[in-house]
């Protein structure tokens, strides 16, 4: 990690420095420098320009294991490389290299065999991304939709014992287009989607999960393959596929049933009809993980003061072809994400020009500045946490970090500022820096939200998100560089560049810890259901267990004992591997329960009875 800032152009920024340093006054000359660039160089067409070349089709929606984003990758060095920042990745580059699971492959053998009947893998047989991989046989139990909903009175599984089975279950949920339907009518509960559908077969005992599209509304479907990009490998400790309404008719034949007749049996009174069958099913999956290699781009420009760091932060990288992350699921067109967050890309290069031209002209700041370009943020802010974990810069230095994500749809001057309770000073200063600016701001206090800020707010880094709302087009193929406000991108580049110029022209800011809300999560759809247990996962890819980066004060969580560093290994009798199951266990159980946790600390195993609350 020392090589990479500390590169071969150390010598030339020393020489800098020393410069700079004899220069009485520096902050009134680069303030001065600084409002004369910018009066000179009214360029809003130039950042959007930024916004335009990223957004293009050619880079493939930016999604991670896309040759697109290798190029966008390529691009941004170049460009900072022209502005003649410093490298400040690995091996004297502008690049932090880091390897993902970007999805799955499907391999062989892959196939299902009923009554004597071999289907390989295609048209009537598809292994879910999640599936394990091997070979099972069993006897097969339909569970109609294989949904347990507390919640809405109904239990598919109550009654049957599916130990040691597979479990046949319809897609979607009871009623699904009707209005009237105790799941909420015409919109999917989570009870609906396949991954619950798998934890909750293996926590009733099930080895393996069929899938088959209900006929009622989804006869003839063509069945989906498994996802080839995107977070949905993660396994879910089964063997699952999907299978065509003739395959899963062959197990029903022998007792004279079929799919649409159990179907309708369900919905006319939402109630289940599960039923052993006098079948046993041998599946075979084969899945192979795929990997590729992702890249942070990361430029910097040295300070007067070398042990003092500010880092810019924005996202490039976006959904590639659409994967689970998508809001227009169906559609393969890239996502070019204009918005997400080419915008919040552009507006860093544009203050990294600025800071670049000052520095240039031998006004260096205080700071060293560090611009990064995070990769794999859609994936779980998997770039911004590799660089936290292995920062290429003394990660103490690091005094304060300023996040944009999605600053590209200004409307009615609303500028929407989080983190603003993560360090003491700062509501005093964007006060400040927006009375030239005028925003009209809504602020936040929390340092946790879905986005690049919370990877340093978890190392304890007071951290500020700027961030113009949400839209509908967000993520999907829609978000598209011509419905960028140009001036107001620019105008929030040009209030990050002054927040960040008071924030280098005075002492260290004070961190503090923030009072949590969840404005954040709801705008982006992350909103909870159910009962609230106060974690912070951390959302690094990890299996065998959720890590904590922290608890929430005052929270259930930490009233329990649970603590950051923690490993959730069991929640309340279900089995932890991955952040899934964690969402899936904290789905079925209700606010005032109490739970056992498990978790790994130190190496050991250890429980905790915790009280869930309500989600604040
Ligand atoms: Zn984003
Ligand atoms: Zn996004």
């Given at each position: 990690?020392r090589?990479?800032l500390?590169?071969?152009?150390?010598?030339?920024?020393?020489?800098?420095?020393?410069?700079?340093?004899?220069?009485?006054?520096?902050?009134?000359?680069?303030?001065?420098?600084?409002?004369?660039?910018e009066?000179?160089?009214?360029?809003?067409?130039?950042?959007?320009?930024?916004?335009?070349?990223?957004?293009?089709?050619?880079?493939?929606?930016?999604?991670?294991?896309?040759?697109g984003?290798?190029?966008?990758?390529a691009?941004?060095?170049?460009?900072?490389?022209?502005?003649?920042?410093?490298?400040?990745?690995?091996?004297?580059?502008?690049?932090?290299?880091?390897?993902?699971?970007?999805?799955?492959?499907?391999?062989?053998?892959?196939?299902?065999?009923?009554?004597?009947k071999?289907?390989?893998?295609?048209?009537?047989?598809?292994?879910?991304?999640?599936?394990?991989?091997?070979?099972?046989r069993?006897?097969?139990?339909?569970?109609?939709?294989?949904?347990?909903?507390?919640?809405?009175?109904?239990?598919?599984?109550?009654?049957?014992?599916?130990?040691?089975?597979?479990?046949?279950?319809?897609?979607?949920?009871?009623?699904?287009?009707?209005?009237?339907?105790?799941?909420?009518?015409?919109?999917?509960?989570?009870?609906?989607?396949?991954?619950?559908?798998?934890?909750?077969?293996?926590?009733?005992?099930?080895?393996?999960?069929?899938?088959?599209?209900?006929?009622?509304?989804?006869?003839?479907?063509?069945?989906?393959?498994?996802?080839?990009?995107?977070?949905?490998?993660?396994?879910?400790?089964?063997?699952?596929?999907?299978?065509?309404?003739?395959?899963?008719?062959?197990?029903?034949?022998?007792?004279?049933?079929?799919?649409?007749?159990?179907?309708?049996?369900?919905?006319?009174?939402?109630?289940?009809?599960?039923?052993?069958?006098p079948?046993?099913?041998?599946?075979?999956?084969?899945?192979?993980?795929?990997?590729?290699?992702i890249?942070?781009?990361?430029?910097?420009?040295?300070?007067?003061?070398?042990?003092?760091?500010?880092?810019?932060?924005?996202?490039?990288?976006?959904?590639?072809?659409?994967?689970?992350?998508?809001?227009?699921?169906?559609?393969?067109?890239?996502?070019?994400?204009?918005?997400?967050?080419?915008?919040?890309?552009?507006?860093?290069?544009?203050?990294?020009?600025?800071?670049?031209?000052?520095?240039?002209?031998?006004?260096?700041?205080?700071?060293?500045?560090?611009?990064?370009?995070?990769?794999?943020?859609?994936?779980?802010?998997?770039?911004?946490?590799?660089?936290?974990?292995?920062?290429?810069?003394?990660?103490?230095?690091?005094?304060?970090?300023?996040?944009?994500?999605?600053?590209?749809?200004?409307?009615?001057?609303?500028?929407?500022?989080?983190?603003?309770?993560?360090a003491?000073?700062?509501?005093?200063?964007?006060?400040?820096?927006?009375?030239?600016?005028?925003?009209?701001?809504?602020?936040s206090?929390?340092?946790?939200?879905?986005?690049?800020?919370?990877?340093?707010?978890?190392?304890?880094?007071?951290?500020?998100?700027?961030?113009?709302g949400?839209?509908?087009?967000?993520?999907k193929?829609?978000?598209?560089?011509?419905?960028?406000?140009?001036?107001?991108?620019?105008?929030?580049?040009?209030?990050?560049?002054a927040?960040?110029?008071?924030?280098?022209?005075?002492?260290?800011?004070?961190?503090?810890?923030?009072?949590?809300?969840?404005?954040?999560?709801?705008?982006?759809?992350?909103?909870?259901?159910?009962?609230?247990?106060?974690?912070?996962?951390?959302?690094?890819?990890?299996?065998?267990?959720?890590?904590?980066?922290?608890?929430?004060?005052?929270?259930?969580?930490?009233?329990?004992?649970?603590?950051?560093?923690?490993?959730?290994?069991?929640?309340?009798?279900?089995?932890?591997?991955?952040?899934?199951?964690?969402?899936?266990a904290?789905?079925?159980?209700?606010?005032?329960?109490?739970?056992?946790?498990?978790?790994?600390?130190?190496?050991?195993?250890?429980?905790?009875?915790?009280?869930?609350?309500?989600?604040?």
């Open positions: 990690m090589r990479g500390a590169g071969g152009a150390v010598g030339l920024a020393v020489l800098l420095l020393a410069g700079a340093a004899r220069t009485p006054a520096p902050h009134r000359d680069r303030s001065q420098f600084l409002s004369e660039y009066r000179a160089h009214p360029d809003s067409a130039a950042w959007l320009g930024f916004v335009r070349t990223l957004a293009d089709p050619r880079f493939e929606g930016r999604g991670p294991g896309t040759a984003i290798d190029s966008a990758a691009w941004l060095a170049r460009e900072m490389n022209h502005m003649k920042l410093l490298p400040g990745g690995e091996e004297g580059g502008y690049f932090q290299a880091m390897e993902v699971t970007t999805g799955v492959e499907v391999g062989t053998p892959c196939a299902v065999e009923v009554r004597g071999r289907t390989e893998v295609g048209d009537s047989f598809q292994p879910l991304g999640f599936s394990t991989n091997g070979t099972l069993a006897p097969i139990v339909f569970a109609g939709y294989g949904i347990t909903a507390p919640g809405y009175d109904y239990d598919d599984y109550a009654g049957i014992d599916v130990h040691d089975q597979l479990v046949l279950v319809m897609t979607n949920e009871p009623g699904e287009m009707d209005s009237l339907s105790r799941f909420d009518g015409s919109v999917n509960t989570p009870h609906a989607e396949l991954r619950t559908k798998a934890i909750n077969a293996r926590e009733h005992g099930a080895l393996g999960l069929l899938v088959v599209n209900g006929p009622r509304y989804h006869a003839g479907e063509p069945l989906a393959k498994p996802r080839t990009e995107g977070s949905g490998y993660m396994s879910s400790g089964l063997i699952a596929a999907r299978i065509s309404e003739a395959i899963a008719g062959r197990m029903l034949e022998r007792l004279g049933l079929t799919l649409a007749g159990l179907q309708s049996t369900i919905d006319a009174h939402t109630r289940p009809h599960s039923v052993a069958l079948e046993s099913v041998t599946i075979t999956v084969t899945l192979r993980r795929t990997r590729a290699t890249k942070n781009v990361i430029g910097w420009i040295p300070g007067v003061d070398s042990t003092r760091t500010l880092v810019i932060g924005a996202h490039y990288d976006h959904l590639g072809f659409g994967n689970e992350g998508s809001l227009a699921p169906d559609s393969h067109l890239p996502h070019l994400g204009a918005d997400d967050n080419a915008s919040g890309v552009a507006a860093m290069l544009g203050v990294a020009h600025e800071q670049a031209a000052a520095w240039r002209a031998g006004l260096p700041p205080q700071h060293n500045w560090v611009f990064c370009a995070f990769t794999g943020e859609e994936m779980g802010l998997v770039g911004s946490s590799h660089f936290v974990y292995q920062p290429t810069r003394p990660l103490e230095s690091v005094e304060a970090m300023l996040n944009m994500d999605m600053v590209g749809r200004l409307r009615d001057n609303k500028l929407l500022v989080m983190g603003v309770g993560t003491s000073e700062f509501p005093g200063l964007i006060e400040r820096a927006n009375r030239p600016a005028g925003f009209a701001i809504k602020t206090t929390d340092g946790f939200g879905p986005s690049d800020h919370s990877s340093f707010y978890r190392r304890k880094i007071p951290v500020l998100m700027l961030f113009t949400a839209h509908a087009d967000y993520h193929p829609s978000d598209t560089w011509d419905k960028i406000n140009e001036t107001g991108l620019f105008r929030v580049g040009r209030f990050a560049g927040l960040l110029d008071s924030l280098d022209a005075r002492p260290r800011v004070t961190y503090q810890q923030a009072q949590g809300d969840s404005t954040m999560g709801r705008i982006a759809g992350g909103g909870g259901y159910g009962a609230y247990l106060g974690t912070i996962p951390d959302y690094l890819q990890t299996e065998g267990g959720v890590l904590l980066s922290g608890v929430r004060a005052g929270g259930p969580a930490e009233r329990a004992g649970l603590k950051g560093g923690d490993v959730i290994v069991k929640f309340d009798g279900v089995r932890i591997d991955n952040i899934y199951d964690y969402t899936f904290l789905r079925s159980r209700k606010p005032g329960q109490q739970v056992r946790i498990t978790v790994k600390r130190a190496g050991a195993e250890q429980d905790f009875l915790a009280t869930l609350g309500r989600r604040p």
